[in-house]
């Protein structure tokens, strides 16, 4: 008897986007006030000697640009969470990367919270590198080589989901949400200009309703 073997796939993973309206001249500005107010920033994934990553951001007082884009991505991402899931969210810290040449973020995830995200405040004119990555696994992450993935047999179209890493390409007003254990990079800038970024979490307020 000829023993039928059936694939199937693994735990696919939902991530959103969506084109915001936002002052983009004046989130720069704001961007680079606030290195200025701020020169050394933190360390955290940002590698290279041109990369920024501000502290968290607390006070908006002199960031109106970015108040207003703050209201946007709570409204985005609270109906992203209210279409199938229930309880309040709350944002727990936002912060700013300023990516000039040479410099990226390495892999990393934003564990314990629920959803990260980030929106592109600039985007070189002729983007070389600079894309966003997300991985399936850590472990997968230097894997592309076809000693790994194998040679897909000829005229077979590849699709998405053959590779375990997915590329965005950033474009200034774009907002990109994922949940938060995600494995995520930053490509190297190679281009002249600076590419800059805010990054954000949010965390869900649980309420145990059996709980008394
Ligand atoms: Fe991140």
Avoid at 77 to 93: A, D, F, K, P, Y
Avoid at 99 to 123: A, Q
Avoid at 185 to 212: G, M, P, Q
């Amino acid at each position: 008897m000829k023993v039928q073997i059936k694939p199937g796939f693994l735990f696919p993973t939902q991530f959103w986007t969506a084109e915001l309206n936002e002052n983009i001249e004046q989130l720069q500005n704001e961007a680079y006030s606030i290195r200025n107010n701020d020169k050394d920033g933190v360390r955290k994934s940002n590698s290279g000697l041109q990369g920024y990553h501000s502290r968290d951001i607390r006070n908006l007082d002199n960031l109106p640009g970015t108040n207003l884009l703050l209201n946007q991505i709570i409204n985005a991402v609270s109906t992203i969470h209210q279409i199938s899931r229930q309880g309040e969210l709350q944002l727990t810290n936002f912060w700013i990367n300023i990516n000039g040449k040479g410099s990226s973020n390495t892999p990393h995830t934003h564990s314990g919270l629920t959803y990260s995200g980030v929106f592109f405040i600039k985007v070189p004119k002729e983007m070389k590198g600079g894309r966003f990555l997300f991985y399936r696994n850590f472990n997968e992450a230097d894997l592309m080589s076809t000693e790994y993935m194998g040679l897909f047999k000829e005229g077979y179209q590849k699709q998405g989901y053959d590779y375990p890493i997915n590329t965005i390409s950033p474009k200034e007003n774009m907002l990109v949400v994922f949940p938060s254990w995600v494995p995520h990079a930053v490509e190297i800038n190679l281009s002249d200009e600076e590419r800059i970024s805010l990054s954000f979490n949010f965390k869900l307020n649980r309420t145990f309703s059996n709980v008394k």
